[in-house]
């Protein structure tokens, strides 16, 4: 039986180490900018998209290693978009990974700037890998105006309007699935993954990407503050679009599930070990944080 808490411990451990060694340290000017980078990025997290990187890599033949510097890049890159979502002109919230959100300890300007920061150094790092051209483009279209970015602007605009499921299912395929779906096909693209495959992990990444999003629907409804490191209720007192205002917790739940096998339907052509990719679908919603 595949253990996934042992299976994540392990690889949370190497990204830990991975982003700690890319970062500037702390004692290099501009300290306290490098000190925000790195208080956003240890304060916690599951550190998701490079474990499925990783297991993506994997899932065509290739190696966790190789795939553990991009990895790195897209935590850092999620973490820039945690920092700037956070800010008071955007949700205005005040805890994050169970901390006190970074403009609250370093203030609005320095969030802005730790975040620009974090967002250029996933590039630098990127860059510097084999096959860093296709990377960066993988990366820069999943983060721009037709991902992340074009997400969260279409979700800022639809607070407390109609809910729409076709709007929702957009909103939440740009801000959230874009990411996660570019991690397995950057996984794959470390391991020389022929299109096919990348198309295979793309949609893999498409399911589980909406799959998180609707747990983390579920949680904001059902989980605690303290359990989950973040302000809950939430979605409802904004009057935010989501899945349960849409459709109900019930046929999310359902809709969830749906997904993670239709995920997992896609891997069965693969030529590597999919085990894990297996596992972090069911992983995904049926996660506590
Ligand atoms: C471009 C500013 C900007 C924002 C992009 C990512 C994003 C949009 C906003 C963050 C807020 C949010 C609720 C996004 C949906 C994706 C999501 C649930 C992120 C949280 O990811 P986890 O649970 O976080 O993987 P950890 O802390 O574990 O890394």
Redesign the pocket.
């Known amino acids: 039986m595949f253990d996934i808490k042992q299976y994540l411990a392990v690889r949370m451990d190497w990204v830990n180490q991975a982003l700690f060694q890319a970062l500037p340290p702390s004692t290099e000017h501009p300290v306290r900018l490098h000190e925000a980078m790195r208080y956003s990025l240890f304060i916690?997290?599951?550190?998701?998209?490079p474990i499925l990187c990783m297991a993506a890599a994997e899932a065509v033949g290739g190696t966790e290693k190789a795939a553990l510097p991009v990895g790195v890049a897209l935590?850092c890159l999620?973490?820039?978009?945690?920092i700037?979502?956070d800010l008071p002109a955007?949700?205005n919230d005040d805890l994050?990974?169970g901390q006190p959100t970074l403009h609250k300890v370093y203030g609005e300007a320095n969030a802005i700037l730790a975040?620009d920061s974090l967002l250029t150094l996933a590039f630098e790092i990127l860059a510097q890998q084999p096959q860093g051209a296709k990377l960066s483009l993988e990366l820069a279209k999943a983060?721009g105006s037709r991902g992340?970015?074009g997400?969260?602007f279409e979700?800022l605009a639809e607070e407390q309007q109609a809910q729409n499921h076709e709007t929702l299912m957009r909103i939440h395929a740009n801000?959230?699935g874009k990411?996660i779906r570019a991690a397995c096909r950057m996984g794959g693209i470390t391991a020389g993954a022929n299109t096919g495959q990348l198309d295979a992990l793309g949609q893999y990444g498409e399911s589980v990407g909406l799959a998180?999003?609707i747990a983390?629907d579920i949680l904001n409804v059902t989980s605690t503050q303290e359990v989950l490191?973040k302000p809950v209720g939430s979605d409802a007192k904004r009057e935010k679009m989501n899945y349960i205002a849409c459709i109900g917790m019930e046929l999310a739940q359902t809709e969830a599930r749906r997904l993670v096998e239709q995920a997992i339907e896609q891997l069965d052509a693969l030529p590597g070990d999919t085990q894990p990719l297996q596992a972090l679908a069911h992983y995904v919603v049926e996660r506590l944080?």
């Open positions: 916690g997290g599951k550190r998701l998209r935590e999620h973490t820039y978009s945690l700037h979502d955007m949700d994050r990974r975040g983060a992340l970015a997400g969260q979700d801000k959230t990411l998180f999003q983390d490191g944080t």
